[in-house]
């Protein structure tokens, strides 16, 4: 109306409409439009010009460029569209009723004009938060193209991984290959290296790596977050699903990364963009004004929000993962697609497994039950025979070396038999060795040790005769005056050899 008015101002002064539309660069047409108008009301007339309100009713009808709106087909179904709209109609169904059942010949634009002219769109208010120095943090993921990985020899997807204080609008700007519960506690532990503290909130929405199950109120933190949050002393604030205006800070921030930096570019390695990433936020993102704050973030950062940040922790954050896995029969779970044993007792419970950068620790409630090397590798099976039932165990424990030096302890004889058994180049009777020193676990070392000097003094030792003379309860009978040596198998014929190697003709 300002506009208006100034026009107006004008041809009352009698300035021709050629001058009065170059000065105020608007179309004579136009011009010409509000002086047949202005005419017509005696508004150039002398006297005082009315106040804008009066003159924005007057000349409404000049808005529409003094063109007189065209009747819209969809005016006779007024009353059928607000009945459609009432019962909770969407558009699309509205226009489909609109041809089958009233024969309506018109647009869908048509209908969506008229739609919202009966329902118009309420525009809602916003409140902008601003926070104090080292209050708040937001952190988010962003689709960032494709870089090629050179452990894979292959172009991969990327995301770039933002964190935003909220007071400075600093940023920590990370590449990543993948948005898992390792990578992203680990964005967060490099990102508050990188601040040097710890602010007092963190804002972060429904990823599944930092929230469990999100809810409006009171969602569930996935565990690894919630021991993060404890271990660095602050408060993880979830927004509520799908308002991502909520943490609109990061939100501007990934798009200005995306925007600014990745925009026309592309990179030999994810090492090599995110080294291009940080001098651009130091060099670039830091030193511009920002829009909101109008001062440079590094400086708002540097001068007014480092001190305020909280002190990093002494001892580095290293669990990357919880979980329950149920124990199987073979007294194993299964983690990250590998095998940890735990004790025999709890097959078919459920356990809570924590994977740390290098062990791997399980839990039975509150009780520490099992603790392994990380695996390396899908597959890999960590296995403590202690975790076998006793009785199942004894076929790993028993090792031939392990035989050898059990059979040692029991006594000469025993450990004679037991390398007879072993040296044994055709059959395999490790079986039989083991089960002669479970046998010494059971009736005692001198009984086994006296019925081997007996299996051995009658040139038989084997596992069956020692354990037939233990149940006969011979072992300590005398032997007999000539005992036979313990030698190698000897085989007897009915004809001797050389009878089958005669000479011809003799």
């Known amino acids: 109306m300002n506009q208006v008015v100034e026009v107006m101002m004008r041809l009352r002064a009698g300035r021709p ?3 009065v539309a170059r000065d105020l660069a608007i179309s004579r047409n136009t011009v010409r439009r509000y002086r047949l108008e202005a005419l017509r009301l005696g508004l150039l007339e002398c006297g005082e010009l009315p106040g ?14 003094g063109r007189p709106a065209e009747a819209s087909a969809l005016e006779p179904y007024g009353d059928v569209v607000r009945e459609y709209l009432d019962g909770g109609l969407p558009m699309t169904v509205i226009f489909a009723r609109l ?9 869908y634009s048509s209908v969506r004009r008229l739609v919202r002219r009966l ?20 952190v988010d993921f962003g689709y960032a193209g494709f870089v090629f990985d050179r452990e894979r020899g292959r172009r991969r997807k990327c995301w770039v991984f933002v964190m935003t204080l909220s007071f400075s609008r600093h940023q920590y700007v990370e590449f990543v290959f993948d948005q898992g519960t390792e990578t992203w506690l680990g964005c967060h532990a ?19 790596a930092g929230v469990l199950k999100a809810l409006v109120l009171e969602p569930i933190l996935a565990e690894p977050y919630r021991r993060l949050a404890r271990h ?23 798009r200005y990364v995306k925007g600014n930096f990745l925009a026309g570019r592309s990179f030999a390695s994810l090492q090599g963009v995110n080294e291009a990433g940080r001098r651009w936020v130091m060099e670039t993102a830091g030193l511009r004004e920002h829009g909101t704050t109008r001062e440079a973030p590094l400086k708002r950062f540097t001068e007014r929000e480092r001190g305020a940040l909280a002190a990093l922790p002494g001892e580095p954050y290293d669990l990357l993962s919880a979980c329950h896995c149920k124990a199987g029969r073979d007294c194993h779970v299964v983690v990250e697609k590998s095998y940890y044993s735990v004790p025999c007792e709890f097959i078919g419970e459920r356990l809570e497994v924590h994977v740390r950068r290098h062990l791997v620790e399980i839990y039975a409630g509150c009780r520490q039950v099992a603790v392994h090397e ?23 424990e028993l090792t031939p070396l392990r035989c050898r030096e059990r059979a040692r302890e029991i006594g000469p004889s025993c450990q004679q038999l037991v390398e007879h058994l072993l040296s ?52 300590d009978e005398e032997l007999p005056g000539c005992q036979i040596p313990l030698s190698q198998p000897q085989y007897h014929y009915a004809r001797e050899t050389v009878e089958f190697f005669q000479e011809a003709g003799t």
Request: aromatic share 6%; glycine share 8%; with cysteine.
């Open 190 to 208: 490099r990102a508050f290296a990188w601040f040097g503290g710890v602010p007092r909130r963190v804002v972060l929405d429904n990823l599944k």
């Open 232 to 254: 660095y002393g602050f408060q993880a604030s979830v927004n509520r699903p799908r308002t991502p205006r909520h943490k609109g800070k990061v939100e501007s921030g990934v």
């Open 99 to 107: 041809r089958e059942e009233h024969g309506y010949g018109g647009s």
């Open 119 to 138: 329902r118009p769109k309420s525009v809602e208010g916003v409140c902008r938060v601003e926070c104090a120095p080292g209050e708040e943090a937001q």
């Open 17 to 19: 409409v050629r001058e």
């Open 424 to 475: 044994d180049r055709v059959q395999d009777y490790l079986p039989s060795a083991r089960k002669l020193i479970k046998k010494a676990g059971d009736v005692g070392a001198a009984a086994v040790e006296a019925a081997c000097r007996r299996a051995i003094a009658f040139d038989d030792p084997t596992y069956r005769r020692v354990k037939q003379i233990l149940n006969a309860g011979t072992q």
């Open 374 to 396: 990380r695996a390396k590798r899908p597959g890999t099976r960590r296995t403590k025979v202690s975790h076998y039932p006793e009785h199942k165990r004894v076929s790993l």
């Open 52 to 65: 804008a309100e009066v003159l924005e009713r007057q000349l409404s009808a000049l808005r529409s460029h």
